[in-house]
């Protein structure tokens, strides 16, 4: 981080220079939060005169990574939930899921699930719908509750910084007090955070070796997130459906939730696989061992999850229906007991950082 | 690759900003192109990893250049800071060309950024590379790798076979094994001699050894010597270099930019007697840096200390490493090592000939000291306000200027006025051409685009002949 105050070469390159630049003395908070305004893009590992081999062997993407993933569990509740995630790529879901799968079957009523009547593509038969709510909405709810308390967290130790060593060049402002907030900050944060703004500088995309760019990394997000977003969607509507007009499911395939959850499961499919690609091709020195467990973990599941929807959508009407939507339900299962300790939480922490970074901008330039 | 025997156009010697533009201006032009670099592909890029602008004239503002820049004023700037011993025609054709500069950057996918925060004198003259010198080292690099410039690394030219002002064959090393590269054109882009420690101490005696090397430690001015040695003619003064004042605890090599210190001119400079000796607030620091490095050069010992008072400890980039710390000033004497009845005298009479004005760090205010030897000119504050903080500065080396005479095509001129046929030089090894004494932020590497890419374009014209 001296080197960085000292040197600023990389300043335009995003956010993360210019925040530095306000301190000369870094303590936890503002690592936390300085690491997951950084988006890796791998730009700044390349442009240094002091990344390896010189003797003060600056590796700026991969610090950053290190402490980010650090920070996950910091701001986690159990910690220790998220270090099998961190540790073991794909076991640890498949262990998930496998756990999850044995819940499944209990529930369908230990022998029930195999004396379903002729395919009515009924999933209600296979496990009733009050069970089904109860499970998932209790899981879901268990998922938002600890990331919720997360975002709190490290918003409240992010917001306010540690003042540390304020006295920095061009910036006379005493940072010990809290700045105000203002709504003002939240939509220029919005906007990079749904467009990916940051994994591209100036147009030119990320890196992933020394001049190697590829803009495949932002669009397999994009793909992801709005695949994911597309999928809740579709199960937010079926839920509406249900409780609102009482609709049951199956639900045509023109329908709605269907509709929407086909698209999004094509995005939930090809996106997690091709960052799943990606992340082979790039240079190992971006990332860190337990980052890059998290990603694989992630990604993993969301594909699983879209996978075996896509086979229950494609085969409701047949005999294997059950066993598929138990497979399925079982995936998602695992992915929502996941979601607070493993890679999702990215989103959040990062959407928060950007959101005090344009806070602390409006500050500066109100003040100037 | 195999550079064994090799035959080719153009051969470019040295693989920095000079050199890259050489080769990749001579594939344009058609040759077929061999970039030689002696330094292993991780420390590619000379000195030039370690800039972050370049200095270039405008009309108009742009995207990154605020402002205009005529030609006139920065041809004027030339001449004021090297106090006219520069080749004139050559200083013209310098700032001419340099209108073209962005636009080349821009050709080979290098990007600018507007001036970098905390440099304010520079954002209506140098145009910044986006992420700094080596970024743009990358992007030129893959350039030439992508247009078919064969480049080798860990290579080190190490002789030349010339007579009749024509070179006939170059010897390299590569991994131990000696090799011969013929090529119809030579472009000598290899840098100076500042990593050359036995070649400093020819010129400076012991007090080289005080000596910091800013930059890579492959300039060792091997080529310069074998060409001053067959007869090319010397251009610029053995012991006129760009030297700054940097940090006296940076590494001996390579420390690069985050070791300067830009304290200088908002408080005192000592030696190790305790004594100043120099007018601190001459002129804009962007004028003035380049020369201190010469100036501690001739201290006792090397050895020079920036003393600053909390006003203004907020108003320079932060150095890497931490000031020295005190209350007072005897205090700081003692932690700097220095004799604390001089320190305090010093700054006793400074404060006292301190006159008053308004203090204005981006212009040449009207605070200033009288009565003393020597004054300071502006920025001259009372040192009165606790911390106190001080800085250990040795010289630190950018590059040499004692190189090789060329003429507007960038060719080597030989001792009998005549220019060599085949052999170009730009960048650091002819700098001295247009720097007798002096410099001014970003001008190095205006002088390596713009003689790379002539010597580029002529070699290739040569070589097709």
């Known amino acids: 981080m001296t080197v960085c105050n000292a040197c600023r070469y990389c300043e335009a390159y995003c956010p993360v220079f210019p925040a530095l630049e306000r301190q000369t003395t870094f303590l936890g908070p503002d690592l936390a939060y300085l690491s997951n305004l950084c988006h890796n893009c791998g730009e700044c590992l390349y442009a240094c005169p002091y990344a390896p081999p010189h003797e003060f062997g600056i590796n700026v993407p991969g610090t950053l990574a290190a402490i980010r993933v650090g920070s996950y569990a910091a701001y986690s509740w159990p910690r220790r939930f998220t270090a099998p995630w961190r540790r073991q790529r794909i076991w640890t879901p498949l262990l998930l899921v496998l756990g999850a799968l044995l819940v499944a079957l209990a529930v369908a009523g230990g022998g029930g699930l195999w004396q379903v009547a002729p395919p009515t593509g009924d999933f209600y038969r296979v496990m009733p719908h009050g069970i089904m709510v109860v499970l998932f909405g209790a899981t879901f709810l268990m998922a938002v509750t600890v990331l919720a308390g997360g975002a709190i967290r490290f918003w409240r130790d992010v917001r306010a910084g540690t003042g540390a060593g304020s006295v920095a060049f061009g910036n006379s402002a005493d940072r010990a007090s809290a700045p105000p907030v203002r709504t003002g900050a939240s939509w220029p944060a919005l906007r990079d955070a749904l467009t990916l703004r940051h994994l591209q500088v100036q147009g030119t995309p990320c890196t992933d070796a020394v001049e190697v760019r590829r803009r495949w990394r932002r669009w397999f997000h994009h793909l992801t997130f709005y695949g994911f977003a597309l999928c809740f969607a579709s199960t937010s509507v079926a839920a509406l459906y249900h409780t609102g007009f009482g609709w049951r499911a199956p639900y045509p395939y023109t329908s709605l939730p269907v509709t929407l959850g086909a698209v999004g499961g094509i995005g939930l499919l090809i996106g997690p696989l091709g960052l799943l690609t990606l992340r082979r091709l790039r240079d190992d020195a971006l990332g860190t061992p337990d980052g890059d467990s998290l990603d694989v973990s992630l990604a993993a599941l969301l594909a699983l999850t879209s996978a075996t929807g896509f086979a229950v959508m494609i085969f409701r009407q047949s005999s294997e229906m059950p066993v598929l939507l138990v497979a399925h339900l079982s995936v998602v299962l695992g992915l929502f007991l996941s979601l607070p300790y493993g890679k999702f939480v990215h989103g959040i922490y990062r959407s928060l950082a950007l959101v005090k970074y344009y806070a602390e901008e409006r500050e500066r330039v109100g003040r100037a | ?465």
């Open chain 2, 1 to 465: 690759m195999q550079v064994d025997s090799l035959v080719v156009d153009v051969a470019v010697l040295g693989g920095g900003n000079a050199g890259l533009c050489a080769a990749l201006n001579a594939r344009q032009h058609g040759a077929g192109v061999v970039l030689v670099e002696s330094a292993p592909y991780e420390l590619r890029g000379g000195n030039s990893r370690h800039t972050r602008n370049l200095r270039c004239s405008h009309d108009l503002p742009t995207d990154v250049l605020r402002g205009t820049y005529p030609e006139e004023e920065f041809v004027a700037d030339v001449i004021r800071v090297t106090e006219g011993r520069t080749d004139k025609a050559l200083t013209r054709l310098l700032v001419r060309e340099s209108v073209r500069c962005p636009d080349w950057i821009g050709r080979f996918g290098g990007r600018l950024q507007p001036a970098l925060r905390g440099t304010l004198h520079l954002d209506r003259t140098n145009a910044f590379f986006l992420g700094g010198g080596r970024a743009l080292m990358n992007a030129y690099y893959a350039a030439a790798a992508r247009l078919g410039v064969h480049i080798v690394y860990g290579t080190e030219a190490r002789g030349l076979d010339v007579s009749d002002r024509t070179c006939h064959a170059i010897s390299v090393r590569s991994d131990g094994h000696d090799q011969i590269i013929r090529a119809r054109a030579i472009v000598l882009a290899a840098g100076g001699f500042e990593s050359n420690l036995g070649w400093l101490g020819e010129i400076w005696g012991k007090a080289a050894d005080n000596f910091v090397v800013r930059g890579t430690p492959y300039n060792t001015g091997t080529l310069l010597k074998q060409m001053l040695d067959h007869g090319a003619q010397p251009v610029g003064e053995p012991a006129e270099c760009h030297a700054i004042a940097v940090d006296a605890r940076a590494p001996k090599f390579d420390g690069g930019i985050v070791t300067r210190l830009d304290s200088l001119p908002l408080g005192i400079v000592v030696n190790r007697r305790g004594e100043r000796f120099y007018d601190e607030g001459e002129e804009l620091w962007p004028k003035r840096y380049a020369i201190w490095g010469r100036l501690i050069a001739g201290q006792p010992e090397q050895l020079a200390y920036s003393i600053v008072d909390a006003k203004v400890a907020g108003l320079f980039l932060p150095s890497v490493f931490p000031p020295v710390s005190a209350n007072s000033i005897r205090e700081l004497a003692i932690g700097l090592d220095l004799p604390p009845d001089a320190l305090d005298a010093t700054v006793r009479a400074f404060n006292h000939a301190v006159t008053g004005g308004t203090f204005d760090r981006d212009r040449l205010d009207t605070c200033r000291t009288e009565g003393l030897t020597p004054n300071k000119s502006h920025w001259a504050l009372p040192l009165d306000s606790p911390p106190f903080w001080g800085y250990p500065l040795r010289p630190g080396i950018t590059f040499t200027y004692l190189g090789i005479k060329v003429d507007e095509t960038a060719r080597v001129i030989m001792t009998d006025g005549h220019p060599a046929t085949n052999l170009f030089a730009a960048g650091e090894i002819m700098a001295g051409n247009l720097l007798g004494t002096g410099y001014v932020a970003g001008v190095g590497m205006t002088i390596g685009t713009v003689f790379g890419r002539i010597a580029g374009r002529e070699a290739a014209a040569h070589a097709s002949l």
